[in-house]
């Protein structure tokens, strides 16, 4: 089990990450989700011995102070992989092995089944400078998990791929992460990638971690607006709006906010809530919808936005009901 | 903030510690042999011993720096250096041009022999101008020019020396230039004149400064090449030191000298610093494919012709004048390399001394690269703290200072500060390589720095986090990439250490010299015979320099030689 207790890091006088408090068990995937300039690569590169830190970093109870990167047994993989140009694929795999004074069969055997784990059966003999973008990541990820490292590092590890391969890809290293038990920190902007491949999150702001738990948990209850917009949330309604929304939806909450996905109110002839249409959007799934919500007397609560089925026909001005999902919004605390 | 059990101070002084260990070796290496002998060479020109003790004396260098011969001596070196870098660039830009942005036979073998002049012993190319310019040589018989003895001849032999460095250093980046820009200029419309001075121009300005700076520096400590040529009738500010210690015994006035030169050096290498394009970092970039030359490049290729001349013409009346016995072509000059005749007073034969100088240079050589190499470790590691970039910085200056300072004032300084009772190196014969792995030094650390430099300091953390420790992560990430540019810095340095002249000309040992000594001391005799065995020692002792340097060219290092 990873413990990290009450670690800060700062460069050159600058705080980078401040009294962070995080635990990974065995066997699990935590994500630190955070955007770009937070700290979750720095703390991650402490947690690997790669940036001195001051708190405490340690495994199983154990301080992980005085022992360098190489010693910790774990694997770092980082954003653009890092293969080793001049290496073939299979001795990029098989580094870690060697390292640890493994030869001959051994090695080709374990480095072909870790091939296989990530799909690239047969890619032994090429070099990286030849492969695709996913493909090395695919190396990038096959050489980490070679010496069956105790806990794997991941830096934003589909961030360099683009949309459609980024997507598929997750699901593959959920998959593998899986099969493999690997115990994994993955730090990610991405929340969609977070939520695709994690057990647990935390999420990271300004070198602070705001909140943590497990997936449903987070999102579920985001701590405040800040984290809802953060983890995907379309709007954060405060004030009238807000009470109107949660009375409408039968939520028993206090509170003055709520953050709302952008699907969370739909187009319903029975539904409790009255809107004007501002602007339609089409997409292949369903329509979005800008709508200017309106209280019991007609009076003005704010801008929202909805959703319509395609087969429903709305264009702007005119005047629609809307029911609410439950599921779909979070109230915040304060 | 509560104060916790802190996890980096054992991290962070293991770095430090790291850094230490690294920087010892060269460190101490650099203050005992270098800093030690400079200081007492220019410590000689304060300190005079009195009556009432060593005393400082401050009217003595006043009085050495005013002298009429003493500004006869600067205006001639800063002049003779300008003269010579204006030739130097003026041949070396279209040279640089033709060489690797045209496409023509024999591009290659040109390009290659570009570089040897670099490192060809400055004691033979003396020898080849002589026998260029003498009054049997065929610019005199052929042309009716006499230029034997004139500065016109110093400068050219500076030019000689100097258009290797402008074709290396700014055909370097001219070939690195992206050519889009250029593209996309003249798809606006542009004209080629219009494209090199409004695109091209600005990005080669940065290499061409910065050429031309380093090469009006190595012109004015230039050594050999004055001494051969200049006689007694010229004399810049580096003989004028030689002549003051040997010959004059003046060594106030030597002192002073070295410490006008040494500021100025100094002043000019900050100026270099400032110069130096930065390099982006990136070992791989886009290198425009070379074309065929079109009729716009004529101009070019004639310009290039001429700096082939210059560069070939010496070589080939040294090679002829060789051949030449009494009575025509014969190997008689050849023959007395072997032997020390009746005349000790070279104190060993050719032959034996190219023994002794193949030997020194391969000292020299490993010395240069284990102490190049740890500097450029050093250097290259990235910086955590203000403090550790300031320290890295600091032995950056202080490890290029080699490059500038006087070898005459290092070989004299180490005759005089390394006497002590508690080490007497004079007589060792590791004093020669050092002083040479010294000269060589700078060289080594500038074509290894930016290669080290270049590598994504990721991939060493990789290495580290899949297990490999320290030693298996410089075998793993810095050796595959370092290994060519080591093997060409270990012929570079072997090239230059067996041409270095300037501070083994007061080292080596009188019954123990290496070649370039006894080329010298074979020309400060009179005799037709005597001047036939320099110039067969010196096509010797150039054969072997040029051989190095083509197996260097073969390993295709872009940053040799580039400052």
Known sequence: MLSIEGVSIAYEGTPAVRDVDLTV??????????????????????????????GRIAWD???????PTHRRGFALMFQDGQLFDHLTVARNVGYALRVRRLRGRRVAERVEELLDLVGLAGYGERLPGTLSGGERQRVALARSLAAQPRLLLLDEPLSALDAGLRERLAGDLRDILRRAGTTTLLV??????????ADRMAVMREGRVVQQGALAEVWREPVDAWTALFLGYARVLTGPAASALLAAADVTATGERVAVRRSALVADDGGPLRARVRSVRATPVQTRLVVDLEGPDSAPLGEADAVADLGRRVGPGDEVRLRVDPGRLAPLPG | MTPRSPTSPGAGLRRVAGLVALAALPTAVLVVFFVVPVAGMVSRGFVVDGPGGPSVDVGGVLEVLGRDRTRRVLWFTVWSAAAGTAVSVLLGLPAAYALHRLEFPGRRLLRAAVIVPFVLPTVVVGVAFRELLGESGPVVR?????????????????????????????GAAWESLDPRPGEAAAVLGASPVRVLATVTWPQLRPAVVSAATVVFLFCATAFGVVLTLGGLRYSSVETEIYLLTTDLLDLQGAAALSL???????????????????????VSR????????????????????LAVLLLAAPVAALVVGSLQGPDGWSLVHYRALTSTGEDAWTGSSAADALVTSLRTSIDATWMSL??????????????????????????????MLPLGVSAVTLGFGFLITLDSDLLDLRDSPLLVPIAQALVALPLVVRTLLPVLAGIDDRQRQAAASLGAGAWRTFLTVDVPVAWRPLLACAGFAFAVSLGEFGATSFLARPDDPTLPVVIYRLLSRPGDETFGTALAASVVLAAVTAAVMLLVERLRVRNLGAW
Request: charged fraction near 25%.
């Open chain 1, 25 to 54: 068990a065995d066997g699990e995937v935590l994500a630190v989700l955070g955007p770009s300039g937070c700290g979750k690569s720095t703390l991650l590169r402490a947690v690997a011995g790669l940036e001195p830190a001051l």
């Open chain 1, 61 to 67: 109870g154990r301080d992980l102070a005085r022992t």
């Open chain 1, 188 to 197: 990610t902007h991405d929340h969609e990638e977070a939520f695709t491949v």
């Open chain 2, 142 to 170: 052929w042309l009716g020019v006499e230029l034997d003895g004139t500065a016109t001849a110093i400068v050219l032999g500076l030019a000689f020396f100097n258009v290797s460095v402008v074709v290396r250093v700014v």
């Open chain 2, 260 to 282: 006008l030169q040494l500021v100025a050096v100094v002043a000019l290498m900050l100026l270099v610093g400032r110069l130096r394009p930065a390099g982006d970092g990136r």
């Open chain 2, 286 to 305: 886009v290198v425009a494919r070379p074309r065929r030359p079109r009729r716009g490049d004529a101009a070019a290729l004639v310009l290039t012709g």
């Open chain 2, 370 to 399: 284990l102490l190049g190499g740890l500097v450029a470790v050093l250097l290259s590691r990235r910086s955590r703290t203000r403090g550790e970039r300031r320290v890295r910085r600091l032995l950056d200056g202080l490890f």
